[in-house]
């Protein structure tokens, strides 16, 4: 157990060193799987990283095979106790296929369902972390900065939900003279619905305590809907709505799906930008920004403007620091986590259903899920992340300013507007007033004034003058 539980000085002081063996019953293997960091000056330099379950998905037992949790948590007897829970219990090691988890090269498959050594499906419903070679998480810095994957939700249904997203968890896991293995053996889970676990940031959660941290979700999908979120916490309390984009609610109901604009019946990148007021890595956050490539081609957005979350649109994150409090997170640097799983209790409706997406409020049940789509599973691949502009060689997506400029359709958002223009009047009347706002009205100090996919106005007031921070981003300055 040595690696994990149990910390030297402890060893030192107990005479119980047999209690105190490494969990070897399954070898900790990390999955490798290679991400790539980048910037505009250098391109892409793939990083030395893998992948790791969530503690609280392991078998957590006594040297002699019993287990230390109960249906209803810690057995108290074992572990009445941090210390005497590290002196009784190892944490083990986990069989990644066995968990749903398979990489191979730079893609993660993430599967719902996996068939048991006795010929039964178990629902696993995995959740990992990218880590570093250093045994620690990959702490992503993506104020001012793009994050980039591939994604094939082509076999996820109503209920299911694929999610990429970033947490500000510890880096280590909450390692600790108790929990010695930390991040490597998945630990330190925390997100913005504060949930209570037996486990907090590492150490043993004996107050009750909820795990709150700030949380932005890049992506929680199936095949039918879709949405990113930000959920910034102040304070010990956290945004558990959010205020999210998610194409559907939003109006766009024609934008995604099978065989629709976005084709969710085939792989596509997502690219995610967060821009600062400023342009600088250091601003404030004042908006977050989708883009989409398929089939080599930027899609056109579901939203005229711009697939955009800014600051002043988002009211319901204001007292928990809004969108900039989210932009500190995101500078200080959050945790990459894979997750894939559904919900036996409101069968994710809050996803895909009613005003959301055009499932049904039943048919994510899970017993269905299980019944018809048993194979579920998620792939994501090719996470790059750096400069704007940097990760995604494509016209639009891409690196250089020039070649998006002059392979971008004429009017990207024309187009769109007759496309996947929504049917309900309200929007359409939304729409006419931010184009015309577009057209004539100035924009006002440190605004954004341009940048592809921009609407907005173009002009500054003055004695402002546009100047352009990056191919995505001009400001008045
Ligand atoms: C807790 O562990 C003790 C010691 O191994 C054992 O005797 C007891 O049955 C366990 N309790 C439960 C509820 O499993
Ligand atoms: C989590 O645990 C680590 C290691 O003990 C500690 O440095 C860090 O401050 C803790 N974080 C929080 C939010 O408590
Ligand atoms: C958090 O609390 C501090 C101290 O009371 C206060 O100054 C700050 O404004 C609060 N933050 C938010 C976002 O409410």
Redesign the pocket.
Known sequence: MGRNILATAALAILPLVNAQQPGTLTPEVHPQLPTWKCTTSSGCVQQDTSVVLDWNYRWFHTASGTSCTTSSGLNRTLCPDEATCAQNCVVEGVDYTSSGIATSGSTLTMRQYVKGSNGQTNSVSPRAYLLGSDGNYVMLKLLGQELSFDVDLSTLPCGENAALYLGEMDRTGGRNPYNTGGANYGSGYCDAQCPVQTWNNGTLNTNGQGSCCNEMDILEANARANAFTPHPC??GSCDKGGCGFNPYNRGYTNYYGPGLTLDTSKPFTVITRFITNDGTTSGSLSQIQRVYVQNGKTIPSAAPGGDIISASACSSAA????LA?MGQALGRGMVLTFSIWNDASGYMNWLDAGSNGPCSDTEGNPTNILANYPDTHVVFSNIRWGDIGSTVNVPGGGVSSSSSSSTRPSSTTTTLRTSTRPVSTTTVTKITTTTSAASQATQTHWGQCGGQQWTGPTACAPPYACKTQNPWYAQCL
């Open positions: 102040a304070n007292s928990f620091g809004g409090g």
